[in-house]
């Protein structure tokens, strides 16, 4: 008896054994630690309506790991913005708040069993700081820049995978950035009598076919040397993308940029002229007879503010040039307009955008009164979208009152570059961007 009972004590304690070793290795406790090599990271910037937006980042583990194997509490995101133009280079710093996690391949698509890349999204809106990509130096230069961002992702979940468990990482090597639809431009660089522009471009795909030109004129905020900057400040970049491309059956872009600003007049700043004004038409000639397939009927322009002060020089001086104009938000004050400029432009397809609640270029001393000479002056297709206010119209972010998130009156672009401006032009509802694809000097 005793016998037996000393077997089955005996066979009860290695059964014990053998659960509790079952479990431990199930729960990981023992599990094998998989040691990665050089862990970076890439940013991902996207042009929202408020500017360039660092909306995620791409870890390189350098291990695969199952696509299951992580979730938006696995991470943490620092996150160190400084400006090497300012005195003071540091900015802000903080967390960013992860939205999102997914394994994915290189280039940060979803996989479908393991992948070595992690993807993690992260909020954004207009006022969130933290996602920014350029900086605004209000108080020196008056120039938008990119802005140097140092992420610090810092592991906090352990990652379980056939190999072993990944834990305690600290990501903070940078392996460069990608740029959503910026990318897709080149730049360039040429000079006219001693006036040195640089420039941003898009090509469409080649075909048998003409293509039209946009020419689009930076803000006030987006002069220099780096010819991204006005395609990533203000969201023109969404000419190039599929959907306003969609209009002109693909499109050239040219994005010319000012040294300074185009509003720099002989006499004096916004005086009606321009010291850049027959460099730049030198620029638009010399591009458009190195690019053969352009059609020269259809060759657009357009701008915002210190850009769009500049459109109307550029269509008072060269009318016969364009075929259309759109003038946003524009800064030429209407007294510096002549009648006869008037009569001149009158003939001329124009579309001017502006919001009652700008401050910065009053429409009532700019954008209306110029309008009005010219219907008076018998103009038979320009119009004007004068709207309310400038808010967001996505859905997505909003004021603590529950209303839709309301923008400067000043950025009435962010209605021309998603394409949501339009009105009844012969019973039809027409787009800015449908109405401008159909324009032509023939």
């Given at each position: 008896?005793?016998?037996?009972?000393?077997?089955?004590?005996?066979?009860?304690l290695?059964c014990?054994?053998?659960?509790g070793?079952?479990?431990?290795?199930?729960?990981?406790a023992?599990a094998?630690?998989?040691?990665?090599?050089?862990?970076?990271?890439?940013t991902v910037?996207?042009?929202?309506?408020w500017?360039?937006?660092?909306t995620?980042?791409i870890?390189?583990?350098d291990?695969?790991?199952?696509?299951?194997?992580?979730?938006?509490?696995?991470?943490?995101v620092?996150?160190k913005r400084?400006?090497?133009?300012?005195?003071?280079?540091?900015?802000?710093?903080g967390?960013?708040?992860?939205t999102?996690?997914?394994?994915?391949?290189?280039?940060?698509?979803?996989?479908?069993?393991?992948?070595?890349?992690?993807?993690?999204?992260?909020e954004?809106?207009?006022d969130?700081?933290?996602?920014?990509?350029?900086?605004?130096d209000?108080?020196?230069?008056?120039?938008?820049?990119?802005?140097?961002?140092?992420?610090?992702?810092?592991?906090?979940?352990?990652?379980?995978?056939?190999?072993?468990t990944?834990?305690?990482?600290?990501?903070?090597?940078?392996a460069?950035?990608?740029?959503?639809?910026?990318?897709?431009?080149?730049?360039?660089?040429?000079?006219?009598?001693?006036?040195t522009f640089?420039?941003?471009?898009y090509?469409?795909?080649?075909?048998?076919?003409?293509?039209?030109?946009?020419?689009?004129?930076?803000?006030?905020?987006?002069?220099?040397?780096d010819?991204?900057?006005?395609?990533?400040?203000?969201?023109?970049?969404?000419?190039?993308?599929?959907?306003?491309?969609?209009?002109?059956?693909?499109?050239?872009?040219?994005?010319p940029?000012a040294?300074?600003f185009?509003?720099?007049?002989?006499?004096?700043?916004?005086?009606?002229?321009?010291?850049?004004?027959?460099?730049?038409m030198?620029?638009?000639?010399?591009?458009?007879?190195?690019?053969?397939d352009?059609?020269?009927?259809?060759?657009?322009?357009?701008?915002?503010?210190?850009?769009?002060?500049?459109?109307?020089?550029?269509?008072?001086?060269?009318k016969?040039?364009?075929?259309?104009?759109?003038?946003?938000?524009?800064?030429?004050?209407?007294?510096?307009?002549?009648?006869e400029?008037?009569?001149?432009?009158?003939?001329?397809?124009?579309?001017?955008?502006?919001?009652?609640?700008?401050?910065?270029?009053?429409?009532?001393?700019?954008?209306?009164?110029?309008?009005?000479?010219?219907?008076?002056?018998?103009?038979?297709d320009?119009?004007?979208?004068?709207?309310?206010?400038v808010?967001?119209?996505?859905?997505?972010?909003?004021?603590?009152d529950g209303?839709?998130?309301?923008?400067t009156?000043?950025?009435?672009w962010?209605?021309?570059?998603?394409?949501?401006?339009?009105?009844?032009?012969?019973?039809?509802?027409?787009?800015?961007?449908?109405?401008?694809?159909?324009?032509?000097?023939?």
């Amino acid at each position: 008896m005793l016998k037996r009972l000393k077997k089955t004590a005996k066979t009860t304690l290695l059964c014990t054994l053998a659960v509790g070793m079952t479990l431990a290795f199930s729960s990981g406790a023992w599990a094998k630690e998989v040691k990665t090599g050089h862990a970076s990271y890439r940013t991902v910037v996207e042009v929202e309506d408020w500017g360039a937006t660092i909306t995620k980042v791409i870890v390189d583990l350098d291990k695969p790991v199952p696509k299951d194997a992580i979730t938006r509490h696995t991470f943490k995101v620092h996150v160190k913005r400084s400006d090497n133009r300012l005195a003071n280079t540091f900015i802000e710093e903080g967390e960013r708040k992860v939205t999102k996690a997914y394994v994915s391949d290189k280039n940060g698509r979803p996989v479908k069993q393991t992948g070595r890349y992690v993807v993690l999204e992260m909020e954004i809106g207009p006022d969130l700081t933290l996602g920014s990509a350029m900086y605004y130096d209000n108080e020196g230069s008056g120039f938008n820049a990119w802005n140097d961002n140092q992420y610090t992702i810092t592991q906090q979940k352990d990652i379980t995978t056939d190999s072993g468990t990944i834990s305690g990482l600290k990501v903070d090597t940078s392996a460069g950035q990608a740029r959503e639809l910026v990318d897709e431009f080149t730049t360039g660089k040429a000079s006219y009598d001693g006036v040195t522009f640089t420039y941003a471009d898009y090509t469409p795909a080649k075909d048998k076919g003409k293509n039209p030109l946009v020419i689009w004129l930076h803000g006030g905020g987006e002069g220099g040397t780096d010819p991204t900057i006005p395609i990533s400040a203000n969201k023109a970049v969404n000419l190039a993308s599929e959907d306003i491309q969609s209009y002109f059956d693909g499109a050239y872009v040219l994005a010319p940029q000012a040294p300074t600003f185009w509003m720099d007049g002989f006499t004096g700043f916004g005086d009606g002229t321009s010291k850049y004004e027959t460099a730049l038409m030198s620029l638009i000639k010399d591009y458009v007879s190195q690019n053969k397939d352009i059609d020269t009927n259809r060759i657009y322009i357009g701008g915002n503010s210190n850009g769009g002060y500049m459109t109307l020089l550029m269509i008072r001086d060269y009318k016969d040039y364009f075929a259309a104009a759109m003038v946003v938000c524009e800064a030429l004050k209407d007294s510096l307009i002549t009648d006869e400029q008037i009569n001149g432009m009158k003939d001329l397809p124009i579309w001017f955008v502006a919001a009652k609640t700008d401050t910065l270029v009053p429409p009532d001393d700019h954008t209306v009164p110029t309008y009005n000479r010219l219907v008076n002056a018998g103009a038979q297709d320009v119009h004007l979208s004068l709207f309310d206010k400038v808010a967001d119209t996505s859905g997505l972010y909003k004021k603590s009152d529950g209303t839709p998130y309301e923008y400067t009156g000043h950025s009435s672009w962010i209605y021309v570059h998603n394409n949501e401006v339009s009105r009844v032009i012969n019973g039809k509802n027409i787009t800015l961007m449908q109405w401008l694809a159909s324009k032509s000097l023939d």
